[in-house]
């Protein structure tokens, strides 16, 4: 299986922030990464897939680059709701495995 | 889009369950579904998922052998057997539409249902 490991975490930040997740998969992945956004209590949400691809709705903000063993998560100034735990995925090849996240609070 | 997950409860180790996802407001023939599973307190577990066509069913390797994924499209329903059921298979269980047939980006999600394996 690929592990995929995130750093940091957690991450502490404040409103108006730049905040930077690194993901890396143990082995080259292409582009076939996601990020995740979860709020306690809630299901996850889609942000990015295919490593830099904004999913509908998903604010600008957030953008993500990357590709073979090493991703990154940017937020571009970040606000209120964007306290959460991120998670990366790797859907090169199954089992299609998330990282273990990054809790990013104040 | 709306998922909306059934079947979970508490089970004893060793026996069986059958989780059912039943989607709507989509056309459900045209995406692969997913299971991922959370551990109270964890991270995100991908479990199993399924293509348009079910020529593709894929699995953690945690639950090999154990789980079954399977879909109908007469009920827009996806479902996961859950065999020879042990305590680390505790946790919320969410069932996900793929974006595309089977791109594994999981656009869409259920509220989740509580599975907890105990004596």
């Known amino acids: 299986d690929v592990q995929m490991t995130q750093s940091p975490s957690p991450l502490s930040a404040s409103i108006g922030d730049r905040v930077t997740i690194a993901c890396r998969p143990t082995q080259s992945i292409g582009s076939f990464l996601n990020w995740y956004q979860q709020k306690p209590g809630k299901a996850p949400k889609l942000l990015i897939y295919?490593?830099?691809t904004l999913h509908s709705g998903v604010p600008s903000r957030f953008s993500g680059s990357g590709s073979g063993n090493d991703f990154t998560l940017t937020i571009n100034g970040l606000e209120p709701e964007d306290f959460a735990t991120y998670f990366c995925q790797q859907t090169y090849i199954a089992p299609f495995t998330f990282g273990p996240g990054t809790k990013v609070d104040i | 889009v709306q998922l909306v997950e059934s079947g979970g409860g508490v089970v004893q180790p060793g026996k069986s369950l059958r989780l059912s996802c039943a989607g709507s407001?989509?056309?459900?023939?045209?995406?692969?579904m997913h299971w991922v599973r959370q551990a109270p307190g964890k991270g995100l577990e991908w479990v199993a998922g399924?293509?348009?066509?079910?020529?593709?069913?894929d699995y953690a390797e945690s639950v090999k052998g154990r789980f079954t994924i399977s879909r109908d499209k007469s009920t827009n329903t996806v479902y996961l057997e859950m065999r020879s059921l042990r305590g680390e298979d505790t946790g919320v269980y969410y069932c996900?539409?793929?974006?595309?047939?089977?791109?594994?980006?999981?656009?869409?999600w259920g509220q989740g249902t509580l599975v907890t394996v105990s004596a």
């Open positions: 295919a490593a830099s």
């Open positions: 407001g989509f056309s459900f023939s045209y995406h692969g």
């Open positions: 996900a539409k793929d974006l595309r047939a089977y791109q594994q980006w999981l656009a869409d």
């Open positions: 399924i293509s348009t066509d079910e020529s593709r069913k």
